[in-house]
T-cell receptor, first 116, second 113 residues
Framework: GAVVSQHPSWVICKSGTSVKIECRSL??????MFWYRQFPKQSLMLMAT?????????EQGVEKDKFLINHASLTLSTLTVTSAHPEDSSFYIC????????????FGDGTRLSIL | GENVEQHPSTLSVQEGDSAVIKCTYS??????FPWYKQELGKRPQLIID?????GEKKDQRIAVTLNKTAKHFSLHITETQPEDSAVYFC????????????FGAGTILRVKS
């Protein structure tokens, strides 16, 4: 149980392109979804928290207009990196949580984004 | 501020030996502490978690201990095997900051056979 699917797993695109990443909870309804960024050999840095049907809460230093998050249903959240540049290249991972904040987060497989 | 410190950053043990990873946190109101294992290029996987109403939890070769007074918690892996080699992250839920999880910097565990 508690399977989270994330697509695509790998994206290579040109600078200036917008990239959309999907995060789906396959066998449970996710009250809350989280988006993290992970640099090589570093920890997970929370970018934003999204609840179904409401605006995402962004962490300090994360540009809302750069990283657009939509959480339209209890099983799907999307992260769109707009006008991506090489410095946006990173490993992006989503997680999903069922129920209240005392429940565990289950992670997707991550998306490796490379901007040329 | 929100902070979770994790030590050591790297740990090498001989197969069959035990491994211990320690974390400290800053928010005394934190009440949930998960541990994740991440293999190279893969998703973090929850391996064990503990809530503040207990001091210890065990699942086969893995155990976690929590000292709320000292604000630290530890992961113990006994009878280590080569497949335990990975990066381990501790985390604490920070009540003061919207209930978000704050992760430690990670520990690279190498089990030598």
């Amino acid at each position: 149980g508690a399977v989270v699917s994330q697509h695509p797993s790998w994206v290579i695109c040109k600078s200036g392109t917008s990239v959309k990443i999907e995060c789906r909870s396959l066998d449970f309804q996710a009250t809350t979804m989280f988006w993290y960024r992970q640099f090589p050999k570093q920890s997970l840095m929370l970018m934003a928290t999204s609840n179904e049907g409401s605006k995402a809460t962004y962490e300090q230093g994360v540009e809302k207009d750069k990283f657009l998050i939509n959480h339209a249903s209890l099983t799907l959240s999307t992260l769109t990196v707009t006008s991506a540049h090489p410095e946006d290249s990173s490993f992006y991972i989503c997680s999903a949580q069922q129920g209240d904040s005392n429940q565990p987060q289950h992670f997707g497989d991550g998306t490796r984004l490379s901007i040329l | 501020g929100e902070n979770v410190e994790q030590h050591p950053s790297t740990l090498s043990v001989q197969e069959g030996d035990s491994a211990v990873i320690k974390c400290t946190y800053s928010d005394s109101a934190s009440n949930y502490f998960p541990w994740y294992k991440q293999e190279l290029g893969k998703r973090p996987q929850l391996i064990i978690d503990i809530r503040s109403n207990v001091g210890e939890k065990k699942d086969q070769r893995i155990a976690v201990t929590l000292n709320k007074t000292a604000k630290h918690f530890s992961l113990h892996i006994t009878e280590t095997q080569p497949e335990d080699s990975a990066v381990y992250f501790c985390a604490a839920r920070f009540m003061e900051y919207g209930n978000k999880l704050v992760f430690g910097a990670g520990t690279i565990l190498r089990v030598k056979s």
